[in-house]
């Protein structure tokens, strides 16, 4: 689950289709991505906006854990 999550989200953003990405994100968001923190969904959503503008040359995302927010580890992903 976590990977085809993974792959399709880096499938949106190549796609620069913000809307299909925004579906990752619940109202009360935080994202502490790109620059300084960004909280709620607009403001992530403008975000990510802003980050879509640009050419990207090689996107890609790697997971290798998983963690609660209780920052225990929950679980590791193969390589």
Do not use: C, H
Request: aromatic share 10%; net charge positive.
């Amino acid at each position: 689950m976590i990977l085809a999550s993974d792959s399709a989200w880096l499938r949106y953003v190549t796609a620069q289709n913000l809307d299909s990405l925004m579906t990752f994100y619940a109202p009360e968001v935080v994202s502490y991505g790109f620059g300084p923190p960004a909280a709620g969904f607009d403001k992530v959503k403008g975000m990510y906006a802003e980050m879509l503008k640009g050419k990207m040359s090689n996107p890609m995302v790697t997971s290798t854990d998983v963690r609660s927010g209780l920052s225990r580890k929950i679980g590791a992903l193969a390589p």
